[in-house]
């Protein structure tokens, strides 16, 4: 029997959030403290590749969103 263990965060934990790119392209994320954002399709569900470089146009908004929760 394999052994796996999940992380998952507690409840209430997630922040979902969203914003526009300097193209015009609209991003939607959902964020924990623990694993960071997690970008997601039109659908909710997880991109299959996540924008990894710092110069993706993605973390622009994300940037913005970020800084204002964190006010």
Known sequence: MNNVICIYPPPGSIKFGEGIDRNG????WEFTDRFGPTF???DGEPMINQPIHET???WEPFQRWLDNINE
Request: charged fraction near 40%.
């Open 25 to 28: 392209k609209l991003w939607k």
């Open 40 to 42: 997601l399709r039109k």
């Open 56 to 58: 993706h146009p993605a």
